[in-house]
């Protein structure tokens, strides 16, 4: 009998690798258990109604509440519930603007480091244009640190500290991963009687994390496995920002609206775990973009890390971000090409109109534009593993050469390469 031919199953293509956790995580099982068993619970109604479901759902929230506080060091009459980062953001820049200009009429000016995220810039940019606003620019060092005495100048400049409103650091740098000594800078504010903002987003979870030391604090759920849309101004009790919107009068009649009262839950819950499992999931993560790190240096490929980096460190660079320089490459090539080898990550560079820049942040830290757009982010997660990083150290070779033949090409061999 002729021998029996069998045909081999189709092999399934890899998983997908992803390194794009600064931008979004997946939401934790508990937190989808919380949120969905708030939401399936038939007692609850409108936190601001006043019979028994109503009362019900306040008691839900006011519970994460408190648990949200203790968490993140703030009392619980501190913590104002928002729909994200950029909402609390623009409530504490633009409120904050408002109040203090109202308040003493000379405190006409934003002391605001350059490397924001862009809810902060452009809110700032917005005041700018809207109600005149000044602005001093804080300059990171060549690593993106905001240093004390980078502060103290700019507090100096322009009238000096007795023009500012408000001073807004952001905690650990949401592209190239540096953290800020917050605590420190905050304490040269107060100094001058000036409250500071911080953007705490990316730090919450990766380093130890004290919203009493500022004024104004920002964290949100969908980067730490929390749900979308629900996140946290802190505002301490002596701070009074203009609300932009009004209604109801909920959150201390500072951001009006219905609560979300599931998401709020699931909100305490991701903070608490990412509390709780801090530095175990801190440790795990150094270890895992160190192995990056040195396996693409080890590649000899022209590529350079952007910020501060030793092995090991974890109190000047975030545990998870990766941020690689290439030379002689567009970045937004290589993340194409990348993703087509089933890796998401980020280039770390805005897009307006169209055009692509280079980041604002790798400007201001003295990079040259050329060198900024060949920028690389990649940040990792609770769900990251070795197999990922060692799938992304395959790829990088073959992506680096065909994105270095599209940039030496021109823009019409490079839209086709990264086709193929």
């Not at 069998?6 to 937190?31: G, I, N, Q």
């Not at 028994?52 to 968490?71: L, M, T």
């Not at 320089?325 to 897009?351: E, M, N, P």
Request: hydrophobic content about 40%; proline content about 6%.
């Amino acid at each position: 009998m002729p021998p029996t031919l069998t045909t081999p199953a189709p092999s399934s293509p890899p998983a997908p690798v992803y390194l794009d956790h600064a931008a979004t995580t997946r939401v934790l099982e508990e937190v989808v258990e919380v949120v969905a068993r708030t939401m399936r619970d038939a007692s609850l109604g409108n936190a601001s109604s006043l019979h028994a479901a109503g009362r019900s759902a306040r008691r839900v929230v006011e519970e994460s509440r408190e648990r949200i506080a203790q968490a993140l060091g703030v009392r619980p009459s501190e913590v104002l519930f928002t729909s994200g980062g950029t909402e609390s953001d623009n409530l504490a820049i633009k409120g904050t603007y408002a109040a203090r200009v109202a308040g003493t009429g000379r405190r006409d000016r934003l002391v605001v480091s350059s490397i924001e995220h862009h809810a902060v810039l452009d809110s700032v940019e917005h005041l700018i244009a809207s109600q005149a606003a000044r602005v001093t620019w804080i300059e990171p060092d060549q690593d993106g640190l905001i240093t004390p005495q980078a502060l103290t100048a700019a507090l100096e400049a322009d009238g000096g500290p007795d023009t500012a409103a408000l001073v807004s650091v952001m905690w650990a740098n949401n592209e190239v991963g540096t953290v800020q000594p917050v605590p420190q800078l905050a304490e040269i504010a107060h100094a001058h009687g000036i409250p500071l903002h911080s953007d705490a987003v990316q730090a919450l979870g990766q380093v130890a994390l004290d919203l009493s030391t500022v004024d104004l604090g920002v964290v949100t759920g969908h980067k730490i496995g929390g749900p979308l849309g629900v996140g946290v101004l802190t505002a301490g009790r002596d701070q009074s920002p203009v609300p932009l919107s009004h209604g109801g009068g909920q959150e201390r009649s500072l951001r009006s609206g219905t609560l979300d009262t599931p998401a709020i839950a699931g909100l305490a819950e991701a903070i608490a775990l990412a509390v709780e499992h801090q530095d175990a999931h801190a440790t795990r993560l150094v270890g895992l973009r160190d192995t990056l790190i040195e396996g693409a240096l080890a590649l000899d490929q022209g590529i350079t890390v952007t910020g501060p980096w030793t092995p090991g460190d974890r109190a000047r660079r975030l545990p998870a971000n990766a941020h690689l320089r290439v030379a002689d490459c567009d970045s937004d090539s290589l993340l194409y090409l990348l993703d087509a080898a089933g890796i998401a990550c980020s280039t770390g560079s805005a897009c307006s109109a169209g055009v692509a820049r280079a980041s604002h942040v790798l400007l201001a830290m003295g990079i040259p534009q050329e060198e900024a757009r060949g920028a690389l982010r990649l940040t990792l997660g609770r769900t990251s593993t070795q197999a990922d990083v060692q799938a992304f150290l395959c790829a990088l070779p073959g992506a680096l050469e065909r994105a270095r033949r599209a940039h030496q090409s021109g823009p019409a061999v490079a839209a086709a390469e990264v086709t193929l």
